[in-house]
């Protein structure tokens, strides 16, 4: 990927190589760093709350609201980095994704939906229901690793 | 990072490892690698944006707004990984981060500042603003890089 998309000055000198890159046809290699680093971020918000929905970390109402609503917004943003091109590149993607999409959507949408009960119950100040819908995302994560993701 | 932070099964039998880990005291090498994670995500979805405004790219309302919620979200999630204990991982971040936080924290409020007159801007269906706005983020993830990020 372009390190140095970044130019300061004019008002609109800004990223060239990058823009288009990441419009049009981002390569392989660029999508497999950018959908890993939506599981990343994934991984940084959910884990307290899995720690908390378990009683191993305390409830934080403010945290569950706040982790709820980025993993709102970043639930939707590895799944474009899952195109065929990326299929020969390094990383731990089953080749299930590639052969059963509708299947790996609907693992997708599983997540998206508890994700959204996730929010609404943080949302409501219900913990109880926050707690069940943490339970739900990190069986829909499980489940979607279970079926398209290697194992190590 | 621990990678097999997700079971299946048990309503609750959800990550343990990563989430004590993330909440209270994340290794270094994590809060490096989730940081990295969140300028790369940056990337994915500020790049399009500055191809149209510069005119590379056709300008698209709706993706002008949705990348612009997206950014409203990543841009608050690089910063709590640059801690001094990081300090001494390998990473792009220059000492001045650590030495000069006041100016770091300032750098990172000019892109939140620009990050909400975009979001403004788009919801508003406002092209000219949301343009300016563009080049404002853009100028802000310059300047932050200029100061702060190794040059290479």
Not at 110 to 126: D, F, I, Q, T
């Amino acid at each position: 990927m372009k390190r140095k998309f970044i130019v300061v000055g004019l008002s609109l000198a800004i990223g060239t190589g990058l823009a288009v890159e990441a419009f049009a046809q981002a390569k392989p290699e660029v999508l497999v760093k950018q959908r890993q680093a939506a599981m990343t971020l994934q991984g940084k918000y959910f884990g307290p709350l899995a720690g908390m929905a378990q009683g191993k970390l305390p409830y934080d109402a403010k945290i569950v609201a706040r982790n709820a609503e980025y993993l709102d917004v970043l639930s939707q943003l590895p799944w474009d980095g899952f195109t065929a091109a990326t299929s020969g590149e390094k990383s731990d993607a089953l080749p299930a994704i590639y052969k059963e999409p509708a299947k790996f959507k609907e693992a997708q949408e599983r997540l998206r939906g508890a994700v959204g009960k996730l929010v609404a119950a943080s949302k409501a100040g219900n913990e109880a229901a926050a707690k069940a819908a943490i339970g739900e995302v990190g069986k829909s994560c499980g489940g979607c690793h279970d079926n398209f993701r290697e194992k190590h």
